[in-house]
Antibody, heavy 121, light 110 residues
Framework: EVQLVESGGGLVQPGGSLRLSCAASGFIFSSYAMSWVRQAPGKGLEWVSVISGSGGDTDYADSVKGRFTISRDNSKNTLYLQMNSLRAEDTAVYYC??????????????WGQGTLVTVSS | QSVLTQPPSVSTAPGQKVTISCSGSSSNIGNNYVSWYQQLPGTAPKLLIYDNNKRPSGIPDRFSGSKSGTSATLGITGLQTGDEADYYCGAWDSSLSTVLFGGGTKLTVL
């Protein structure tokens, strides 16, 4: 059974940093691209970042480029999102999501339960 | 405002059929696959449709997807109160080099 479990969310002041983790199980983690998708309170979904299965390729939404860094440790089956220079508009539930295929289909067949990040003074 | 446009809400009666539209452009829906997601209250999104019209295993055939030009449609038949949720379309945008989601449609089954 595929499982994705996020952790690391919490309350942080504007300008602060936070690192999210997503522990994966039930599939060959290193074969699949993984993404972070966020959802501000009462709002829709926003794709944040993607990393290839090997970790060699990454991409980011313009809204987080230069501030967030996605990475993965395939030996630990874990995905990360390092978030720096956080702003109030980064407040959201952050989901990790698995790509449906090994060739990056840009559709996500499994999602974690989400972790809430609140940026406020 | 999302680049993929969905109606904010739709409502219908139990047992009926509903369609939810998703309008985009040639750089996203027009030349890339569309996915649909269901988000029940307080839960994570769930993949309902991928590659415009394919259902993952376990998704009942009451759910269907179609695409024509730069628009896509999610259809749901035999509506149940348990189908009340937010529904999102998604697609890769070749010009923006990003995954786009629609703004979401809240389905109410009266």
């Amino acid at each position: 059974e595929v499982q994705l479990v996020e952790s690391g969310g919490g309350l942080v002041q504007p300008g602060g940093s936070l690192r999210l983790s997503c522990a994966a199980s039930g599939f060959i983690f290193s074969s699949y691209a993984m993404s972070w998708v966020r959802q501000a309170p009462g709002k829709g979904l926003e794709w944040v970042s993607v990393i290839s299965g090997s970790g060699g390729d990454t991409d980011y939404a313009d809204s987080v480029k230069g501030r967030f860094t996605i990475s993965r440790d395939n030996s630990k089956n874990t995905l990360y999102l390092q978030m720096n220079s956080l702003r109030a508009e980064d407040t959201a539930v952050y989901y990790c999501a698995k790509d449906r295929t090994v060739t990056t289909s840009w559709s996500f067949d499994y999602w974690g339960q989400g972790t809430l990040v609140t940026v406020s003074s | 405002q999302s680049v993929l446009t969905q109606p904010p809400s739709v409502s219908t009666a139990p047992g009926q059929k509903v369609t939810i539209s998703c309008s985009g452009s040639s750089s996203n829906i027009g030349n890339n696959y569309v996915s649909w997601y269901q988000q029940l209250p307080g839960t994570a999104p769930k993949l309902l449709i991928y590659d415009n019209n394919k259902r993952p295993s376990g998704i009942p055939d009451r759910f269907s997807g179609s695409k024509s030009g730069t628009s896509a449609t999610l259809g749901i038949t035999g509506l149940q109160t348990g189908d009340e949720a937010d529904y999102y379309c998604g697609a890769w945008d070749s010009s923006l080099s990003t995954v786009l989601f629609g703004g979401g449609t809240k389905l109410t089954v009266l």
